[in-house]
């Protein structure tokens, strides 16, 4: 009827290891969704940031919203002036900027004819 101290001492290791592998298979989920989701995702992001601030005056640039633009002129680290059309510049948001289609290149000087 009563519990001996045998049963009782021999019952700790064998739920500590049954923890451990219960354990397991949602350490290994985390470290699979690290690799395949979160690491990429960071690349991503890092991209996108590097891409954004680079953006230099020339770019033909396309915003979140859709809009086409070509950069006029960068007002400060936040902020760029776009191009829509002849006489139609807005200011927009550097981060609102999901794209960059071309780089806007200097005028070359060709001294050969």
Wanted: hydrophobic share 45%; net charge positive.
């Amino acid at each position: 009827m009563f519990i001996t101290p045998a049963y009782a001492q021999g019952a700790l290791p064998g739920g500590a290891s049954d923890m451990l592998m219960s354990l397991l298979p949602f350490v290994l989920i985390f470290v699979i969704m690290y690799f395949l989701i979160l690491r990429p995702q960071q690349k991503k992001v890092k991209a996108h940031q590097e891409l954004v601030k680079n953006i230099r005056r020339g770019d033909t640039v396309v915003t979140s919203g859709g809009l086409i633009g070509k950069v006029a002129r960068v007002v400060d680290d936040t902020e760029i002036e776009l191009q829509l059309a002849e006489g139609v510049k807005i200011r927009q948001l550097r981060g609102m900027i999901s794209d960059v289609r071309a780089k806007g290149e200097p005028a070359k000087e060709d001294g050969a004819a």
